[in-house]
Each structure stands twice: as C-alpha cells, then as structure tokens.
C-alpha cells in the first residue's frame, strides 16, 4: 500500500527500502501504491539492444535550412492531414530532440511482420515529414551507433515546433537549430535509446507497464538549501508499475566520460535534494537513482566509488547496465546492490 505522507526525513524514506509484502519477498525502491494496468501492453514489442553512442571522433552537420516559412493558415491545413501516429512522432521529437529512424520505427511501426516492413513503413512516414518540411535529418549520417551501422538522426524543423503549439499561444519561441557537439548528440540519443528499451520491455511484458516518461529538462526538479536555489538534473524521471505495485526511477546515462569525484558531486546533489524532503512530501516516496553504463567495469568502478565515498545515508543508489533495465523495473535485484 503507498506509505503515509509523514514529513520527518527517516520515515519519508522508508517505502523506498523496506522489506515488500510481496510474495517474492523483494525490496521496495519505489512506491507501493496500487497502479492501473497501462493500455500499452496492447501493443506488440520489438527487439531492442545495447546502447554504444556515437564515437567522440564523429561530425555532425546540420542539414541547409530550407527557406521557406510556412503561414499559420498553412500550418493548420497541413495539421488536418497528418495521423494520431505522424503527430506522435513529431512530438516525440520535440521531446527528445534527436532520434534515429530506427529508434521511430521501434516506438511507433509495433505491428510490422518483419524488420524490413517496419523500416520500409518507417521511412516512408519520415520522408513525408520532411516533405512537408516539419523534421529534417541532420546532413551526415552517423557511423558507429546500433553495432557500426550508417544512422540517420532527426530533428524538429521550426515549422515542426510551430505545428505542434499551434492552440498553445503562450508557448515559447523555439530557439533557432544549431549544430549539436558530438558528445551532445550522442547523450541525447541514448537518452532516447534508454527511453525505448524501457517501452518495449513493457511492451513485451503482460504484468509491466510504463506509467509515466520525462527527460531533461522538464524531469529537472528546482530546490532551495542554505537560502540558494538549486536544480538536481536527472538525464530521465520514469514511472513504471509492476503486480500493480508503482515505483520512480532518476536515471543517469553514463557514457564513461565522467571522473568519480564528477560521478560522487551528482550523488551529493541527489543526497542534498532527498533531506529536503521536497519529493517525497509530493509524490510519497524518493526515486532510486540508476546509473545506466556501457559495460560491467564501468558498472564496478562506479559503485566501488560510490561505495567508498558515499556512508552514513539511506541506499538510494543503482548501477546497471542496459541489458538489466528489465531487472531493474521487475526489482529482481538483491538488496546488496543499493549503495
């Protein structure tokens, strides 16, 4: 059952570690309250691999942009003739800021017999977004990412934006499109990729479901200590449900480019917002925080510095490689691997 909304620090973080009442036996990191089942498990998954990211070597240019602005008359004509699924593309680009075709076609064409059919439908729907000039691929395609193949990666043209916040006047203007570092680009996309992998597993799962998604920098939570105000910056917020138990994540994509005394301020920082109690007054609980790596070394260096740096607080620490994402969600981890 979800914890009461008691204020004092011990008890505000007791639904995150204590013994569950499930059968397994298995630890509470999240919230226990009751969560309906979600309407994705409807849908057929697909496959789903390893995040690498892009090569620090690798160039990115941005496509000429085109010059011409469509009107608002426009804008609403074109809006009448896209789908509920050329729509949701479109936002998930905005949301993400980058994604590959592949990455598309894994979110939104479930249904495709085989993985020809689904990248034939794919990029089929992202030529006629471009067409329409409301998303544009980034001029070079990008080696070395999804196992050394060529991506094309997409991003929301201006029109694209507008499209989308047509009935939302008050929306702020978009910045103009710039050149992403390669290092920015390949964070974003294995944000995404984290992001996809989490949707197919519940996809694919009849009991797990994936409640809620939000990415840097609407997932940002704004705090004040010592009379300063601070921002803690979760790379991904994520809520997911299992045996109707609900349980939140911060998740941090680690790309092996961060020292451990980078990797321990970020613990600080987490540790920081979780005395002020801010979360758990409004949501009942504090989300375990993940650290996704590349690798098992990486995994080992970052918990023995955490391990060795970190004591006298509550375990609210993870770290997993991707292939342990549904482990994670399912919480068939022992308790010895909270830091």
């Known amino acids: 059952m979800k914890p009461n909304n008691n204020n004092s620090e011990s008890q505000a973080f007791t639904s995150v570690f204590a013994a569950s009442n499930r059968p397994s036996g298995r630890l509470d990191f999240g919230s226990t309250k009751t969560a309906t089942e979600s309407q994705n498990n409807q849908y057929n998954g697909d496959d789903s691999t390893p995040f690498q990211g892009i090569p620090p070597n690798s160039a ?14 426009q804008l609403e004509k074109l809006e009448e003739r896209l789908s509920a699924r050329d729509l949701s593309v479109l936002q998930a680009l905005r949301k993400y800021r980058f994604l590959t075709s592949d990455q598309v076609g894994r979110l939104y064409f479930t249904n495709c017999s085989t993985k020809t059919s689904r990248t034939r439908n794919q990029n089929l729907l992202l030529k006629r977004l471009s067409d329409h000039g409301l998303i544009r691929p ?9 196992g050394g193949s060529s991506v094309q990666i997409w991003y929301l043209t201006e029109a694209g934006y507008r499209l989308l916040t047509l009935n939302t006047p008050g929306e702020h ?9 390669p290092m920015f680009l390949e964070h974003t996309l294995s944000i995404a990729e984290c992001v996809v992998q989490l949707t197919l597993i519940c996809r694919n799962s009849h009991d797990l479901s994936l409640e809620a998604v939000d990415t840097e920098p609407s997932c940002w939570r704004k705090y004040k200590t010592d009379g300063r105000v601070r921002y803690l910056k979760p790379d991904i917020f994520v809520v997911t449900s299992y045996e109707k138990y609900e349980d939140s994540w911060f998740i941090e994509i680690d790309l092996s480019t961060e020292s451990s005394s980078q990797i321990i301020d970020k613990c600080n920082a987490y540790l920081e917002y979780f005395y002020t109690g801010i979360e758990q007054k409004e949501t009942g609980v504090f989300p375990i925080v993940t650290w996704v790596v590349k690798d098992k070394a990486r995994k080992e260096k970052i918990k023995q510095c955490i391990r ?7 375990k609210m620490f993870l770290v997993i490689t991707p292939d342990e994402l549904e482990k994670m969600i399912r919480q068939y981890i022992n308790s010895n691997e909270l830091l």
């Not at 990115?60 to 469509?70: D, E, H, V, Y």
């Not at 203007?173 to 570092?181: A, D, G, N």
């Not at 060795?308 to 509550?314: D, V």
């Open 60 to 73: 990115a240019g941005a496509a000429p942009a085109k010059k011409i602005r469509l009107t608002r008359a």
């Open 138 to 146: 980034l001029a070079r395609r990008i080696g070395g990412y999804q």
């Open 173 to 181: 203007k978009r910045k103009r499109f710039s050149e992403p570092s």
């Open 308 to 314: 060795e740096s970190i004591k006298g607080h509550p």
